[in-house]
């Protein structure tokens, strides 16, 4: 069953449109015929009984009946109109009911005084059917032939014209064949018509049928909707045919925007300027809401004319989220080698005070390396007992030692847990970046030495980091911050800008102090309370 109705859209066309057509040709035939039919009858009824009126009058036939004797010229007069109206017969009796007159084929035989009754009797014209012979049934149309004789009429005889149904049927027969020649005609039209119609949408589906069509529909929607990017599509008058889920969370459009013009549910100008570009986006940046967007849109081209456009979104705060899990990632794995690397030194120079037979400066550099982790993890344990502020601290103390710089924790610091929404990402590119590039500032210093404060007194927590390093120029401060400004060389300046961004999400300030010669110092606070929580 599923296999019959899964035809091709050319046998469906056609089969509906030879179904319809048979359809209303054949009602449309039988309706015309019957009418056509009954038309011929009651046309020939009045053909014949207004034909006998006419021959009622005739002055031939009149003088005919006021004189008694019945002329020749009286029957040729019938038979000349006989001919014209293609009667049968025509007959003319007199008031008895014998043939008075006669035209016709065959001999004039008798007449039936009855059917003559009421035109003798009433004076009535009228049209009436009967059999003379079982096979040929006769119409007649019946007229009285009255005499005016000054001072009164008189109906002195009657005259009959008769057709032949035969004939009648005959004429019905040949416009019956013309009608269906003519719906034959149309059949043939149609078909064709609807065989060209098929291939016109079949040229125009691409050779694809209906359920392909579906099937394609239906998985061009499962991956719209799957997919992360925004999509959406709009014709030449910018009415959006598709939009994806994706599309409307970062937008944040309504649910149904299908049809809707896009310069109603896009708010910001500058999108839809570059949306409705002639040439394509790669990779555009843009501001929208609160949200930094990335556009890429390529128009959709016909005959060298747009005809549409296709538009991708990404939310930039996704990719983001990706760089700094790569960043995550990266920096422990330098910490953790700079730490392994560190380890591996000193186990070496233990070993080989062990092999020369120097117990006692071995035992000594164990003691104080274990004096100093010991320090260290009472630090960052008894006061620092947030575990993502940990882990970024030992790794920078293995990162120093490594590079031989002093890596301090300023007494006074303390930090219990910190909120939820601050997490491990930014964390680790406020404090990583500034961490780091306050050991890039000390790298080349005689007096290696960078500190660290932080606490959590109060509503905000504040970290503080400095350095003993050549500092900033006057002016400096504003523009580290700068996206891709760097006094370490080209490709650089992507650290600070950083931190801000962070810093600004987390409702955060920073403050840069710093003197020629004397160092750098950057002080972070960030509130403990979100701003949505605020809101609540």
Same mark, same amino acid.
């Given at each position: 069953? *599923?296999?019959?109705?899964?035809?091709?859209?050319? #046998?469906?066309?056609?089969?509906?449109?030879?179904?319809?057509?048979?359809?209303?040709?054949?009602?449309?035939? +039988?309706?015309?015929?019957?009418?056509?039919?009954?038309?011929?009858?009651?046309?020939?009824?009045?053909?014949?009984?207004?034909?006998?009126?006419?021959?009622?009058?005739?002055?031939?036939?009149?003088?005919?009946?006021?004189?008694?004797?019945?002329?020749?010229?009286?029957?040729?007069?019938a038979?000349?109109?006989?001919?014209?109206?293609?009667?049968?017969?025509?007959?003319?009796?007199?008031?008895?009911?014998?043939?008075?007159?006669?035209?016709g084929?065959?001999?004039?035989?008798?007449?039936?005084?009855?059917?003559?009754?009421?035109?003798?009797?009433?004076?009535?014209?009228?049209?009436?059917?009967?059999?003379e012979?079982?096979?040929?049934?006769?119409? =007649?149309?019946?007229?009285?032939i009255?005499?005016?004789?000054?001072?009164?009429?008189?109906?002195?005889?009657?005259?009959?014209?008769?057709?032949?149904m %035969?004939?009648?049927?005959?004429?019905?027969?040949?416009?019956? %064949? !013309?009608?269906?020649a003519?719906?034959?005609?149309?059949?043939?039209?149609?078909?064709?018509?609807?065989?060209?119609?098929?291939?016109?949408?079949? &040229?125009?589906?691409?050779?694809?049928?209906?359920?392909?069509?579906?099937? @394609?529909?239906?998985?061009?929607?499962?991956?719209?909707?799957?997919?992360k *990017?925004?999509?959406?599509?709009?014709d030449?008058?910018?009415?959006?045919?598709?939009?994806?889920?994706?599309?409307?969370?970062?937008?944040?459009?309504?649910?149904?925007v299908?049809?809707?013009?896009?310069?109603?549910?896009?708010?910001?100008?500058?999108?839809?300027?570059?949306?409705?570009?002639?040439?394509?986006?790669?990779?555009? /940046?843009?501001?929208?809401?609160? &949200?930094?967007?990335?556009?890429?849109?390529?128009?959709? @081209? *016909?005959?060298?004319?747009?005809?549409?456009? #296709?538009?991708?979104?990404?939310?930039?705060t996704?990719?983001?989220?990706?760089?700094?899990?790569?960043?995550? #990632?990266?920096?422990?794995? /330098?910490?953790?080698?700079?730490?392994?690397?560190?380890?591996?030194?000193k186990?070496?120079?233990?070993?080989?005070?062990?092999?020369?037979? =120097?117990?006692?400066?071995? +035992?000594?550099?164990?003691?104080?390396?274990?004096?100093?982790?010991?320090?260290?993890?009472?630090?960052?344990?008894k006061?620092?007992?947030?575990? !993502?502020?940990?882990?970024?601290? @030992?790794?920078?103390?293995?990162?120093?030692?490594?590079?031989?710089?002093?890596?301090?924790?300023?007494?006074?610091?303390?930090?219990?847990? @910190?909120?939820?929404?601050i997490?491990?990402?930014?964390?680790?590119?406020?404090?990583?970046?500034?961490?780091?590039?306050?050991?890039?500032?000390?790298?080349?210093?005689?007096?290696?030495?960078?500190?660290?404060?932080?606490?959590?007194?109060?509503?905000?927590?504040?970290?503080?980091?400095?350095?003993?390093?050549?500092?900033?120029?006057?002016?400096?401060?504003? =523009?580290?911050f700068?996206?891709?400004?760097?006094?370490?060389?080209?490709?650089?300046?992507?650290?600070?800008?950083?931190?801000?961004?962070?810093?600004?999400?987390?409702?955060?300030?920073? *403050?840069?102090?710093?003197?020629?010669?004397?160092?750098?110092?950057?002080t972070?606070?960030?509130?403990?309370?979100?701003?949505?929580? =605020?809101?609540?």
């Amino acid at each position: 069953m *599923e296999k019959l109705l899964r035809v091709s859209l050319q #046998v469906k066309i056609l089969g509906l449109v030879t179904f319809l057509l048979l359809l209303v040709l054949s009602l449309v035939t +039988i309706m015309i015929v019957y009418m056509e039919s009954k038309e011929d009858v009651r046309n020939s009824e009045n053909i014949a009984v207004q034909t006998a009126i006419t021959l009622s009058y005739m002055p031939a036939i009149q003088d005919a009946f006021i004189s008694g004797n019945p002329t020749e010229e009286m029957n040729d007069l019938a038979g000349q109109i006989m001919e014209e109206v293609d009667a049968a017969t025509i007959k003319i009796l007199n008031r008895q009911g014998e043939i008075y007159g006669y035209a016709g084929d065959d001999a004039p035989g008798t007449a039936v005084r009855e059917d003559h009754y009421r035109a003798l009797v009433f004076g009535s014209d009228y049209s009436t059917y009967n059999n003379e012979n079982e096979h040929d049934q006769i119409l =007649k149309g019946i007229s009285p032939i009255i005499i005016d004789y000054g001072d009164y009429k008189k109906v002195e005889g009657s005259v009959a014209v008769e057709f032949k149904m %035969k004939t009648i049927y005959q004429e019905i027969s040949n416009d019956i %064949k !013309k009608i269906i020649a003519a719906s034959a005609g149309v059949f043939i039209l149609g078909i064709a018509g609807s065989f060209l119609l098929a291939r016109s949408i079949r &040229k125009d589906t691409l050779g694809l049928e209906p359920y392909d069509i579906a099937a @394609l529909y239906r998985e061009r929607n499962a991956v719209l909707q799957s997919v992360k *990017e925004g999509m959406i599509a709009f014709d030449h008058c910018g009415r959006i045919t598709m939009a994806n889920m994706s599309a409307r969370e970062i937008l944040d459009l309504p649910e149904f925007v299908e049809g809707r013009s896009i310069f109603e549910v896009i708010s910001s100008p500058k999108l839809l300027e570059l949306v409705n570009s002639e040439r394509g986006l790669v990779n555009k /940046e843009l501001q929208y809401h609160d &949200k930094t967007v990335i556009i890429n849109s390529s128009p959709i @081209l *016909e005959n060298d004319k747009r005809t549409g456009t #296709v538009v991708s979104f990404r939310d930039k705060t996704e990719i983001k989220q990706m760089i700094d899990a790569i960043s995550e #990632v990266r920096q422990y794995s /330098e910490d953790l080698r700079a730490q392994a690397h560190e380890f591996t030194s000193k186990l070496y120079v233990i070993m080989g005070l062990i092999q020369l037979g =120097k117990y006692q400066e071995a +035992i000594t550099l164990i003691q104080e390396e274990a004096e100093i982790q010991g320090q260290v993890t009472e630090m960052f344990f008894k006061e620092i007992r947030d575990e !993502k502020i940990q882990a970024i601290l @030992l790794g920078k103390f293995a990162k120093a030692s490594e590079k031989k710089i002093s890596f301090i924790i300023e007494e006074g610091s303390s930090l219990h847990r @910190l909120p939820d929404h601050i997490g491990l990402s930014p964390l680790l590119i406020i404090i990583g970046n500034l961490i780091n590039n306050a050991f890039d500032a000390v790298s080349n210093q005689p007096n290696k030495k960078v500190s660290f404060f932080i606490t959590d007194l109060g509503n905000d927590i504040v970290f503080e980091i400095a350095d003993e390093g050549s500092g900033l120029k006057n002016g400096m401060e504003e =523009k580290i911050f700068q996206k891709g400004f760097s006094l370490k060389g080209k490709n650089r300046g992507y650290g600070l800008s950083n931190v801000m961004e962070e810093i600004n999400y987390l409702n955060g300030s920073i *403050e840069v102090s710093s003197n020629e010669q004397e160092g750098t110092i950057f002080t972070v606070i960030l509130p403990k309370i979100s701003s949505q929580a =605020k809101l609540l």
